[in-house]
Every structure is written in structure tokens, then in C-alpha cells.
């Protein structure tokens, strides 16, 4: 690394020429596809922004100069040249670099983001605050083509040519998002990256007309009164200059000299600028080029073949399983249709694409439309299921609320990657769905206890034909077998897998398999633990719960959510509206009131104690202080 390994700062790539610079862009390529082949993470677009940061840098001054990354997917080389690279090696492990920007991590890094079209309105919100305090910085917001299309990032944009502060506005276009880009906005810029009429009429119609033997001046004058509207119709841009906005490009986002003189131009403009730069996602490592999608977000890889690394022998994953199930019911049913929100993949949803592609649809970047969709599609008879991130249906939180629970329109939210996440850290741990969906009239909330259960779980969802959410993790199964044959289960009813004595442990989805662990760990030290599977996070098992309470006077409950406003809170309310509160103990496990962060996620079920070691500590010493003795001697 002839180059990088001098590179400690931005400062360091000042010092380059073009030549240079070039050769640094090739040995960083080089390190990103090293290192994510082992840590896994996202490989293309890092890859499509090499020369786009470089130049950026080279022109800007951070951390005065403000560069705000929309989502994060794109700030790895960021971080390389602003003081990281001997951690890089250490991205989304635990204790290491966090796989977006963090504002506690780096001075260089601006705003946190993890969630996508929210660069622009922080941009915005720097300008503003530069401007009131009489500061002089430049604000730059990078935003790529398929977050562009998320509704926030529109009233950014419109919001920014009405103030009119300084500040730049990047569009990386690389023509995708996570899924195939859709939607107006999509084929616009298509055709402004296509269309060549505006860069040649913005510097050829009046020199044209002035050529003119006599009326060329008078003509030219003319035409400078209704040449806002004839651009209008003849340059796609004027979009951006319509919204208050100066447009440059489309331009090369791999021609270093290029990007560098046209940043330098764009710094001096005292007005909003949108720069539409145009980049090759995966650029540099041809299975990322020719398949730029399953490099967007990639776990482990080797670097000749491109193929990710199994896991031999490993159960099919929640989201395989949903997608199956969902193909096999929909075989029957001719009025379910899926929604998604940029996550086609992601969420399992491919083979229903593939199979119903009237029946399927992909919005884009754009929960909260998703969710109204549903609700319009539901309204005139209808099955929509949403398949969506846990973490990013708190975008509709709304949309879920007034449009889908307040008329009671039978959509079934599919909640893929709930719980801790792992490696992608707090902006993507979806932990508070059971917290905020439960307040809402009409919903009814599932988990599944296994990848069998999920099955039967999207089967009675449908059925039902009311708002349903069914959360389930990221990552494999059990391993159980699957029953051929879907069933409807009980509504509201909780699932005794073990009776007891001592104590009752009630545990919801992902948690039942570690309660099941924990009662046996407690048998070693002399309790004799049930085990609840709850099933109906809403309705829960009132009959059953407060049944349990008068049987063992000693309640645990473990949920993967926040504490705050989960099941441990629902179980509290309905045991004191019941009066059997102050006959009962109970016991909450869940994540804390924190920020958990990014790792593997056993490393951070320890750190909270919320693996099966330490919840039998505390259930232990827990049980022990009503016996008023110490649990350690009482080992068998």
C-alpha cells in the first residue's frame, strides 16, 4: 500500500496529485473488498464512492466543513481517510468501527444516520445554524438516488430552495437502492442521465441566437424573458432549479480532475447546489459489478468467487421460511398481494416477486406509503402483507395507527430482523415494535417460539382478516421440522410447554427457547421453573397468566424489546387491574433503557444479561432472597 498506508487524515490526501490520488483510490478498493469478505458488510456502494470521497476530501475541510452521509451504507472510505484505517479491520465487530457514521466514534463525522433520506434536512439544519451564529463552513450532503425517493428527503429538497442557504447537495446516482429502484423520480433520472439537451442548452441557445445578423441581440433579449419556461420543457434538470436549486451534471464519479474543478465551482455558489454525480455500485470487484444487489449488504465472502460463505448444514433462516410460506398460502388465495419497501431480498420476498408479479410491489424507499398502500389495498378487499425491518416500520408509526388500526383494515405486518441485530448496531436493532404497536387499538401482536410456528403464525394472521404484526429474527431457525400441513392457532391463547413449582417464566418469540434453557439451568440449583410460550403478545393470555400468578407467586417474563412499554410492563398492568399484583413477584428481563451496540450478538445478550447465563444468575438469587438463603448452596 504504497499510498494508504501514509494516509492519516484528510489532510494527507491533500498533499496528492490527480496520479497519486488515482493509485490511492485503486489500494483502497483493494482494502474494502479484504476486509468485508471477513467482516461482511456494504461492499458495493463503499466501492462506487472511492473517487467521490477522495475528491470530497480534497476539496473540504473537516470537521469545520460539515459532510453528512444519507443512510451510512457509503461512508467506509470516509472513515479510512479520516483517522480509521488501522481499525478498519475491526468494522462491525464488536468493540470495533461501527458500520455507519457515528457522530461519539469521529470529529469527521457530522450527523449519525443508519436510516436512509434524512441527509438533506440535517444539512439543512447545519446551514441554518451556521448562518444564525455568523459562522463560515461549507455543508455538504451526499444522498443516493434510491434515498432521494423517500418522501423526508422531497420536503428536504423543497424546503432548502425556499430558505436558500449554502449548502450542496450530492446526488449519487448508481441507478439502485437495495432493490431495483421504482417510481417517477427513478425514471426521471434516468432521463436526465440520458438526455443531453440541458448541458448543451445552457451554453449553446443564446450564443445561437445572438449569431443572428442584425436581430440576433433583440431576439436574444427576447428570449432571456421566456427561457425559464422553455427550459422547463426541454431539460429534465429544471427540476431541481424549479425547487430553488443551481443543477451541475450529471458528472463522472470516477474522473478525479473532474469531480475535484466542479466542487471547487460549486463551494463558491452562495445558493443551494444539487450536484448529480454518476457512479458504478460495486466498481473495482467484478462479482460486485455484475451483481451489485447481493453486494449491497454482504456477510462473509471468499474474494475469488464472490460467493458468500455458509455455514454448512445451517437451518433455513425466519426470512426464507416467511417467503415460502407466503408463496404456498398465496397458491390459494388469489387476493394476497405483498408490499415492500426496498427490501425485495431482504425480507424474503423474492420467490412471491417471481411468481405473482401482478401481485407484488416494491415502492421504494418509502414506509410510510407502504403502509397506506396496504391500507387502500385492504379497503377494497384485499390481503396485504408488509414485509418490512422491524426497525424500519417506526417510519409509518402513523401511517400504522391512522390509516391501518383506526379502520381496522385486515394488513399483516411481517417483521423481519426483530430483536438485536447484531453487527449493524443500534440504528437497526429493532426493539421497540411490542412497545409501540401495543398501544394501538385493533392490533393484534404474534411471535413465533420457531420457524414451524412462524408458518402457522402468517396462516392464522390471514385468516383473521384484522391489522396483525408477527415478529421473528434475524438470522436461522431452530432447526425444527416444519409441518407440511398450516393450521390455525387459538386466538389469544399462550402455549404451558412446562409446569413447575416455583416459578413460571413467560416468554415471548425469540426468548422461549432460551427460557426453556434457563429452566433447566435452575433445576441444577434445586427450582423447579415453567415455561410459557406466550404466543399473543396482544391479546395476551389473561386467563392463563393470572392463573399462573395464584399457582407459582413467582413470575418471570423475558422478551427481546425494550423494557420500556413490553410485555414485561403489559403482564404488570394486567396483573394489578386484576388485584393479584401484591400476591405476586415478577420478574422483567429485556434491553435496558440504553443504546445497545453493534457486535456479535451473543457478545451483547451477555452485556445486558439477557442470555440464558445471566438470567439464571439473577432468577437464582432472585428466588433464593424470598427463601432468605443463599441459592449457591443449594446446588443438586
Same mark, same amino acid.
Request: aromatic share 6%; with cysteine; charged share 25%.
Given at each position: 500500500?504504497?499510498?494508504?498506508?501514509?494516509?492519516?487524515?484528510?489532510?494527507?490526501?491533500?498533499?496528492?496529485?490527480?496520479?497519486?490520488?488515482?493509485?490511492? $483510490?485503486?489500494? +483502497?478498493?483493494?482494502?474494502?473488498?479484504?476486509?468485508?469478505?471477513?467482516?461482511?458488510?456494504?461492499?458495493?456502494?463503499?466501492?462506487?464512492?472511492?473517487?467521490?470521497?477522495?475528491?470530497?476530501?480534497?476539496?473540504?475541510?473537516?470537521?469545520?466543513?460539515?459532510?453528512?452521509?444519507?443512510?451510512?451504507?457509503?461512508?467506509?472510505?470516509?472513515?479510512?481517510?479520516?483517522?480509521?484505517?488501522? /481499525?478498519?479491520?475491526?468494522?462491525?465487530?464488536?468493540?470495533?468501527?461501527?458500520?455507519?457514521?457515528?457522530?461519539?466514534?469521529?470529529?469527521?463525522?457530522?450527523?449519525?444516520?443508519?436510516?436512509?433520506?434524512?441527509?438533506?434536512?440535517?444539512?439543512?439544519?447545519?446551514?441554518?445554524?451556521?448562518?444564525?451564529?455568523?459562522?463560515?463552513?461549507?455543508? +455538504?450532503?451526499?444522498?443516493?438516488?434510491? $434515498?432521494?425517493?423517500?418522501? !423526508?428527503?422531497?420536503?428536504?429538497?423543497?424546503? $432548502?430552495?425556499?430558505?436558500?442557504?449554502?449548502?450542496?447537495?450530492?446526488?449519487?446516482?448508481?441507478?439502485?437502492?437495495?432493490?431495483?429502484?421504482?417510481? =417517477?423520480?427513478?425514471?426521471?433520472?434516468?432521463?436526465?442521465?440520458?438526455?443531453?439537451?440541458?448541458?448543451?442548452?445552457?451554453?449553446?441557445?443564446?450564443?445561437?441566437?445572438?449569431?443572428?445578423?442584425?436581430?440576433?441581440?433583440?431576439?436574444?433579449?427576447?428570449?432571456?424573458?421566456?427561457?425559464?419556461?422553455?427550459?422547463?420543457?426541454?431539460?429534465?434538470?429544471?427540476?431541481?432549479?424549479?425547487?430553488?436549486?443551481?443543477?451541475?451534471?450529471?458528472?463522472?464519479?470516477?474522473?478525479?480532475?473532474?469531480?475535484?474543478?466542479?466542487?471547487?465551482?460549486?463551494?463558491?455558489?452562495?445558493?443551494?447546489?444539487? !450536484?448529480?454525480?454518476?457512479?458504478?455500485?460495486?466498481?473495482?470487484?467484478?462479482?460486485?459489478?455484475?451483481?451489485?444487489?447481493?453486494?449491497?449488504?454482504?456477510? $462473509?465472502?471468499?474474494?475469488?468467487?464472490?460467493?458468500?460463505?455458509?455455514?454448512? *448444514?445451517?437451518?433455513?433462516?425466519?426470512?426464507?421460511?416467511?417467503?415460502?410460506?407466503?408463496?404456498?398460502?398465496?397458491?390459494?388465495?388469489?387476493?394476497?398481494?405483498?408490499?415492500?419497501?426496498? /427490501?425485495?431480498?431482504?425480507?424474503?420476498?423474492?420467490?412471491?416477486?417471481?411468481?405473482?408479479?401482478?401481485?407484488?410491489?416494491?415502492?421504494?424507499?418509502?414506509?410510510?406509503?407502504?403502509?397506506?398502500?396496504?391500507?387502500?389495498?385492504?379497503?377494497?378487499?384485499?390481503?396485504?402483507?408488509?414485509?418490512?425491518?422491524?426497525?424500519?416500520?417506526?417510519?409509518?408509526?402513523?401511517?400504522?395507527?391512522?390509516?391501518?388500526?383506526?379502520?381496522?383494515?385486515?394488513?399483516?405486518?411481517?417483521?423481519?430482523?426483530?430483536?438485536?441485530?447484531?453487527?449493524?448496531?443500534?440504528?437497526?436493532?429493532?426493539?421497540?415494535?411490542?412497545?409501540?404497536?401495543?398501544?394501538?387499538?385493533?392490533?393484534?401482536? !404474534?411471535?413465533?417460539?420457531?420457524?414451524?410456528?412462524?408458518?402457522?403464525?402468517?396462516?392464522?394472521?390471514?385468516?383473521?382478516?384484522?391489522?396483525?404484526?408477527?415478529?421473528?429474527?434475524?438470522?436461522?431457525?431452530?432447526?425444527?421440522?416444519?409441518?407440511?400441513?398450516?393450521?390455525?392457532?387459538?386466538? *389469544?391463547?399462550?402455549?404451558?410447554?412446562?409446569?413447575?413449582?416455583?416459578?413460571? +417464566?413467560?416468554?415471548?418469540?425469540?426468548?422461549?427457547?432460551?427460557?426453556?434453557?434457563?429452566?433447566?439451568?435452575?433445576?441444577?440449583?434445586?427450582?423447579?421453573?415453567?415455561?410459557?410460550? !406466550?404466543?399473543?403478545?396482544?391479546?395476551?393470555?389473561?386467563?392463563?397468566?393470572?392463573?399462573? =400468578?395464584?399457582?407459582?407467586?413467582?413470575?418471570?417474563?423475558?422478551?427481546?424489546?425494550?423494557? =420500556?412499554?413490553?410485555?414485561?410492563?403489559?403482564?404488570?398492568? +394486567?396483573?394489578?387491574?386484576?388485584?393479584?399484583?401484591?400476591?405476586?413477584?415478577?420478574?422483567?428481563?429485556?434491553?435496558?433503557?440504553?443504546?445497545?451496540?453493534? *457486535?456479535?450478538?451473543?457478545?451483547?445478550?451477555?452485556?445486558?444479561?439477557?442470555?440464558?447465563?445471566?438470567?439464571?444468575?439473577?432468577?437464582?438469587?432472585?428466588?433464593?432472597?424470598?427463601?432468605?438463603?443463599?441459592?449457591?448452596?443449594?446446588?443438586?
Amino acid at each position: 500500500m504504497q499510498f494508504l498506508n501514509k494516509i492519516d487524515s484528510p489532510s494527507d490526501v491533500k498533499k496528492l496529485n490527480i496520479e497519486e490520488m488515482t493509485k490511492l $483510490a485503486q489500494e +483502497i478498493r483493494k482494502l474494502l473488498v479484504n476486509v468485508i469478505s471477513k467482516t461482511g458488510g456494504h461492499l458495493a456502494p463503499n466501492l462506487g464512492v472511492v473517487e467521490l470521497t477522495l475528491a470530497l476530501h480534497k476539496v473540504f475541510n473537516t470537521p469545520n466543513d460539515k459532510i453528512v452521509w444519507d443512510v451510512g451504507h457509503q461512508s467506509y472510505v470516509h472513515k479510512i481517510i479520516t483517522g480509521r484505517r488501522e /481499525m478498519f479491520d475491526t468494522l462491525r465487530q464488536y468493540g470495533g468501527l461501527s458500520g455507519f457514521p457515528k457522530r461519539s466514534e469521529s470529529e469527521h463525522d457530522a450527523f449519525g444516520t443508519g436510516h436512509s433520506s434524512t441527509s438533506i434536512s440535517a444539512a439543512l439544519g447545519m446551514a441554518v445554524a451556521r448562518d444564525l451564529k455568523g459562522d463560515e463552513y461549507n455543508v +455538504i450532503a451526499v444522498i443516493g438516488d434510491g $434515498a432521494l425517493t423517500g418522501g !423526508m428527503a422531497i420536503e428536504a429538497l423543497n424546503n $432548502a430552495g425556499v430558505l436558500q442557504k449554502k449548502i450542496i447537495v450530492i446526488l449519487n446516482d448508481n441507478e439502485m437502492s437495495i432493490s431495483e429502484n421504482v417510481g =417517477a423520480l427513478s425514471e426521471y433520472l434516468c432521463r436526465l442521465r440520458t438526455d443531453p439537451t440541458y448541458s448543451h442548452l445552457k451554453t449553446d441557445v443564446e450564443s445561437l441566437i445572438k449569431s443572428i445578423p442584425t436581430i440576433g441581440e433583440p431576439v436574444a433579449k427576447t428570449v432571456r424573458r421566456v427561457k425559464d419556461t422553455l427550459k422547463y420543457f426541454l431539460a429534465p434538470g429544471m427540476l431541481f432549479e424549479q425547487l430553488g436549486f443551481t443543477y451541475i451534471g450529471p458528472v463522472d464519479g470516477h474522473n478525479l480532475d473532474g469531480l475535484i474543478d466542479i466542487m471547487e465551482r460549486a463551494k463558491k455558489i452562495d445558493k443551494p447546489v444539487l !450536484m448529480h454525480v454518476i457512479t458504478k455500485k460495486g466498481k473495482g470487484y467484478l462479482p460486485a459489478e455484475t451483481n451489485p444487489d447481493k453486494f449491497h449488504g454482504t456477510s $462473509a465472502f471468499e474474494i475469488t468467487t464472490g460467493e458468500k460463505i455458509k455455514v454448512e *448444514g445451517a437451518p433455513k433462516t425466519y426470512t426464507e421460511v416467511f417467503g415460502d410460506t407466503l408463496v404456498k398460502i398465496a397458491e390459494k388465495n388469489p387476493n394476497i398481494v405483498a408490499i415492500t419497501a426496498a /427490501m425485495r431480498d431482504g425480507t424474503g420476498l423474492a420467490k412471491f416477486f417471481e411468481r405473482f408479479p401482478e401481485r407484488a410491489f416494491d415502492v421504494g424507499i418509502a414506509e410510510q406509503h407502504a403502509v397506506t398502500m396496504a391500507a387502500g389495498l385492504a379497503a377494497n378487499s384485499m390481503q396485504p402483507v408488509v414485509a418490512i425491518y422491524s426497525t424500519f416500520l417506526q417510519r409509518s408509526y402513523d401511517q400504522v395507527l391512522h390509516d391501518v388500526c383506526m379502520q381496522d383494515l385486515p394488513v399483516v405486518f411481517c417483521l423481519d430482523r426483530a430483536g438485536l441485530v447484531g453487527d449493524d448496531g443500534y440504528t437497526h436493532h429493532g426493539i421497540f415494535d411490542y412497545s409501540y404497536l401495543r398501544m394501538m387499538p385493533g392490533m393484534t401482536i !404474534m411471535a413465533p417460539k420457531d420457524e414451524n410456528e412462524l408458518r402457522h403464525m402468517l396462516y392464522t394472521a390471514l385468516e383473521l382478516k384484522r391489522p396483525v404484526s408477527i415478529r421473528y429474527p434475524r438470522g436461522s431457525g431452530l432447526g425444527v421440522a416444519c409441518e407440511e400441513e398450516l393450521k390455525l392457532l387459538p386466538y *389469544g391463547k399462550a402455549e404451558e410447554l412446562k409446569k413447575g413449582k416455583d416459578v413460571c +417464566i413467560w416468554a415471548a418469540g425469540s426468548m422461549v427457547a432460551p427460557a426453556v434453557a434457563v429452566a433447566s439451568q435452575l433445576h441444577n440449583f434445586g427450582f423447579d421453573a415453567g415455561v410459557v410460550n !406466550m404466543r399473543f403478545i396482544k391479546p395476551l393470555d389473561e386467563e392463563l397468566l393470572i392463573q399462573c =400468578a395464584n399457582s407459582y407467586n413467582n413470575l418471570v417474563v423475558m422478551e427481546e424489546n425494550a423494557l =420500556a412499554g413490553g410485555v414485561g410492563s403489559e403482564i404488570l398492568e +394486567i396483573l394489578n387491574k386484576n388485584d393479584v399484583l401484591r400476591d405476586t413477584r415478577v420478574l422483567t428481563f429485556g434491553v435496558p433503557d440504553t443504546l445497545v451496540p453493534h *457486535g456479535d450478538k451473543k457478545l451483547l445478550l451477555r452485556d445486558i444479561e439477557l442470555d440464558v447465563a445471566g438470567m439464571t444468575k439473577h432468577i437464582t438469587e432472585w428466588l433464593a432472597e424470598e427463601n432468605g438463603g443463599s441459592v449457591w448452596q443449594r446446588n443438586v
